[in-house]
């Protein structure tokens, strides 16, 4: 009787043992697992202090953005993916959205105050407004979050195509334009925005 105990009591051990090897082994290793599909709501990449790296989300787990390690409200979240520098700062992303009733899809690269280059298409629900093209913006020196200077705009909107420089004031200074009907044009304006010369090509 003693030694069927014993025998018993031997099994337990090494199986609680085993069981606690394995658990630690795990707890303070990474894992390397397969996956076909995963469905989720939101995934961190983090570095080995925690920080975010990158976050994939749906719009309701979005993060707001974060700059100069403060956090700000977003003003439309989106699903999509945040990128961030080795400060936790939001410095970019690609977003997918719905304001009002446009559709916005955008890949953004930022300074590290506020949006520095995008990459934009918007279209209304119904199809009948449409606009896609690239936005470059010079940074605002001031550190104000959020702000920044526009540049040039390289666009197609409602069938019109055109490139428009923008002065340090982001008033247009040359506007390169061909219309819907293939009506090509250029604009130069003088400091008060007003056309010094039009050169139709």
């Known amino acids: 009787m003693k030694k069927n105990f014993f025998q018993v009591f031997m099994v337990i051990y ?3 043992t085993t069981l606690l090897l394995i658990y630690s082994f795990t707890s303070n290793n990474a894992i390397l697992t ?9 995934i961190n990449i983090v570095d080995e202090d925690g920080r975010n790296r ?3 989300s749906n719009e309701e787990l979005m993060p707001d953005p974060v700059i100069a390690g403060k956090e ?15 400060k936790g700062d939001e410095t970019g992303g690609i977003a997918i959205s719905k304001i009002n009733e446009t559709g916005v899809r955008a890949i953004a690269f930022d300074y590290a105050n506020a949006d520095a280059i995008g990459l934009l298409t918007q279209e209304d629900l119904n199809g009948d407004n449409f606009r896609a093209g690239i936005l470059i913006n010079d940074k605002d020196l001031s550190g ?17 195509a055109g490139l428009i420089i923008n002065g340090p004031d982001e008033k247009p200074k040359i506007s390169i334009i061909v219309d819907s009907l293939g009506n090509p044009s250029i604009q130069v304006f003088d400091k008060n925005g007003i056309a010094k010369e039009i050169s139709p090509l």
């Open 14 to 16: 090494v199986v609680a």
């Open 54 to 56: 990158l976050v994939i």
């Open 72 to 86: 700000y409200k977003r003003m439309n979240a989106p699903a999509g993916i945040i990128f961030y520098d080795e």
């Open 144 to 160: 104000k979050p959020g702000s920044n200077i526009s540049r040039m705009k390289l666009t197609t909107e409602n069938g019109n």
């Open 34 to 42: 397969s996956f076909e599909e995963i469905s989720v709501k939101r």
